[in-house]
């Protein structure tokens, strides 16, 4: 027994001790932004790509010039504004290098402070950073950061292209920072180019690129010479799909189902009511089974500023699902009862409408009526709610939903946190918005005297939000654990680290925070020493140990496991030299000891924490003394490995000692008299 403890000290040492290099280089790279992969010829295919100008053309020259070292770019910058087509031109810029398509990643502005030590640079990789909806100027720091970043990219043979815009990327900084750096002003592609491309790289749809031209159809001139490429693309997907050169509903679907609009609800009357309230609750729901939508609908007719009566006979007296949904534009699946809106474009549509055509309704009715439906038939399809009102706020903006989100907390029930958390956490992610309403995150995480608005923010973290931001969630989180508004606001902020951790590819970043904020908030400050605590507390079964921080830290692999292992040390070194409440680090440091013994935790890991714990602060101080000297099956193993490992340090001393002193050794019989000094 003594000869397996000591073999555990031993690897114990060497994977925490003995590889500190090593793990001190892994940890600086856990501040890189997440790479994700992305695949420029299925993003973006040549086959539909419109060059945007002659400077688009010398960058990717630039770029394959870079092959036969005539040039050193490594750095190339896209300048234009929103809505111009820079990301899909990043993309075929990376896929004219080299790099095999899946070493392409794409980089989201995952930082609270622009900064170049966070973006990654790996061996052969290719990289676009899509400062896509960021508005502030980069930092100075940022450019000159940037000269040696891009030095060593070109050491790597990787490349990395950023999509900004002029008034984000300083014109004065832009040019000749060095060899290594390209920046370039990109035009916006001509929009009937667009559409020709598009419907010309698929034999189905080749024998339609012309209807844009031909006057004898209702597609020609319908695009602005200004208009975003997206839209004409918008535009190219509903050519492909049209019946015909002549399909009037197609015409109507590009401008915003505008004569549809008028129809249903521009002239009023009580004529039709029924039919407007289905398709309103169509519009919210998306797929949601009929049963849920002509109950949604049935709560808007009964709500209280319109008192719909219902016929004599109640549900009996109504038609089927089908025939109530045939007239509102939906169709019904017999098999799976599911009902969706005929032209799903219809959706977004009919809610712009709403919120700009009928204030007072939208106001006055149906802010209350999402509240409802979201406890009633809707509660559970907040997903498809939340998706609803992302997509609406690309027309209102984000700070009405905001305003919406939040009259909704007032209430503070359960269902109402999950819809509003939900929803934030999809206005963060969002492409274009996700800039603001990240910021308009932060401002609700720092406010305790709004506790339910710090609740939402918690689960916005432990959703979406937190798994593609997940550097600005733990600040997020760490926000309203410095300061929380109530009780349940901190448990919540916890159990959004909590689920961050289980994550293997997010649980060195968690932990590394986590032990940050310990480490730095000073000996008065306690809350982070709890936060700590709750997140790496002990599985209460094996049925929890996929939902365990702390078994999936202790259980993880590799280099990762290193220094997620090397992190809990630091933190557990930190408290018990600073830490006034010896008592509560006993507690904890023995429940891991205790969930080995009962199979809930990895045996080597602790074993080597706790030694290693006892090597460096003392085996007959508290707590490691009391820990270790408990009865139970790992008492006697861990003496051993004490003692051993005390010996080993003690022979290293005394080795280190001896071969520092110049003993000169005389030849002859009486070498065995010559003194060795006293380590």
């Known amino acids: 027994m003594r000869q397996e403890a000591t073999a555990n000290v031993v690897q114990g040492d060497l994977n925490i001790a003995g590889r500190d290099n090593n793990i001190t280089n892994y940890l600086t790279g856990l501040r890189h932004l997440r790479p994700h992969p992305v695949d420029p010829d299925r993003s973006m295919p040549a086959s539909r790509f419109v060059t945007p100008g002659s400077s688009f053309a010398r960058a ?25 087509g820079r990301r899909s031109a990043g993309l075929r810029l990376l896929a004219a290098t080299n790099i095999a398509n899946d070493r392409m990643f794409e980089l989201l502005p995952d930082w609270d402070e622009p900064d170049v030590a966070c973006l990654p640079e790996e061996h052969g990789a290719g990289y676009l950073l899509n400062l896509r909806g960021v508005n502030q100027p980069l930092p100075d720091a940022f450019y000159s950061d940037l000269v040696a970043y891009a030095v060593r990219l070109r050491r790597a043979d990787s490349f990395l292209v950023v999509t900004a815009s002029k008034n984000v990327w300083s014109q004065a900084q832009a040019g000749g920072l060095s060899s290594e750096i390209l920046a370039v002003e990109i035009e916006r592609p001509t929009p009937d180019d667009i559409v020709r491309r598009y419907l010309g790289s698929s034999e189905h ?19 602005p010479a200004d208009c975003a490429p997206g839209e004409a693309v918008r535009l190219a997907m509903i050519i492909e799909k049209a019946k015909d050169i002549e399909d009037t509903d197609a015409l109507d679907e590009y401008r915003g189902w505008e004569s549809h609009l008028r129809m249903w609800f521009g002239n009023g009357g009580s004529e039709g009511v029924e039919t407007r309230a289905v398709r309103i609750a169509g519009a919210f729901l998306g797929k949601a089974p009929a049963a849920v939508v002509l109950n949604s609908a049935d709560a808007l007719l009964a709500a209280p500023k319109i008192r719909y009566p219902m016929p004599e006979g109640g549900l009996l007296a109504r038609p089927d699902a089908p025939t109530r949904l045939k007239p509102a534009g939906m169709s019904f699946d017999p098999a799976t009862g599911e009902a969706r809106l005929v032209h799903e474009s219809q959706g977004p549509a009919i809610l712009q409408y709403l919120w700009t055509h009928h204030t007072q309704l939208s106001e006055e009715v149906l802010t209350q009526w999402l509240q409802d439906v979201s406890q009633g038939p809707a509660r559970n399809h907040l997903r498809a709610l939340s998706a609803a009102l992302t997509q609406l706020a690309e027309t209102v903006g984000v700070a009405p939903i905001f305003e919406l989100a939040q009259s909704w907390l007032g209430q503070a029930g359960d269902q109402h946190l999950q819809l509003v958390g939900d929803l934030i956490a999809d206005l963060a992610v969002h492409a274009t918005l996700g800039s603001e309403a990240r910021a308009e995150l932060a401002r609700w995480a720092a406010g305790k005297s709004e506790p339910a608005r710090q609740r939402a923010v918690a689960r916005a973290c432990s959703g979406s939000f937190g798994k593609q931001y997940p550097s600005q969630a733990l600040t997020r989180a760490r926000y309203i654990l410095r300061s929380p508004g109530s009780e349940k606001a901190g448990q919540e902020a916890i159990d959004a680290v909590r689920a961050l951790a289980t994550d293997r590819d997010l649980a060195p970043l968690v932990t590394d925070a986590v032990v940050k904020w310990v480490t730095n908030a000073g000996k008065g400050t ?20 996929a939902k365990s921080p702390l078994a999936v830290a202790l259980t993880q692999p590799g280099g990762s496991g290193d220094a997620i292992r090397r992190r809990l040390l630091d933190a557990w070194q930190y408290l018990i030299a600073h830490s006034d409440d010896m008592a509560r680090i006993q507690e904890a440091l023995r429940s891991w000891r205790q969930g080995v013994e009962n199979g809930l935790l990895p045996h080597e890991p602790v074993v080597d924490l706790i030694v290693t714990l006892g090597r460096t602060t003392g085996i ?8 270790v000297k408990d009865e139970g099956p790992l008492k006697d193993e861990l003496i051993f490995a004490l003692l051993a490992a005390v010996e080993r340090t003690y022979e290293r001393k005394y080795s280190t000692v001896a071969e520092s002193v110049d003993v000169s050794v005389p030849q002859g019989p009486n070498v065995e008299n010559v003194a060795v000094p006293d380590a």
């Not at 005539?70 to 929103?82: G, T, W, Y």
């Not at 306690?526 to 140990?545: C, I, M, N, T």
């Open 620 to 627: 007959i101080n508290p707590p490691i003394r009391d820990v």
């Open 60 to 84: 990717s020259q630039a770029i394959r010039l870079s092959f036969g070292t005539v040039s050193d770019i490594r750095v190339l910058v896209l300048l234009a504004p929103e809505e111009h």
């Open 205 to 223: 749809t080749r024998d339609r690129t012309d209807w844009i031209d031909n006057k004898e159809g209702v597609f020609c001139g319908l695009l």
């Open 526 to 545: 306690g809350a982070f020493r709890d936060v700590f605590y709750g997140v790496f507390d002990v599985p209460a079964s094996s049925e929890q140990l």
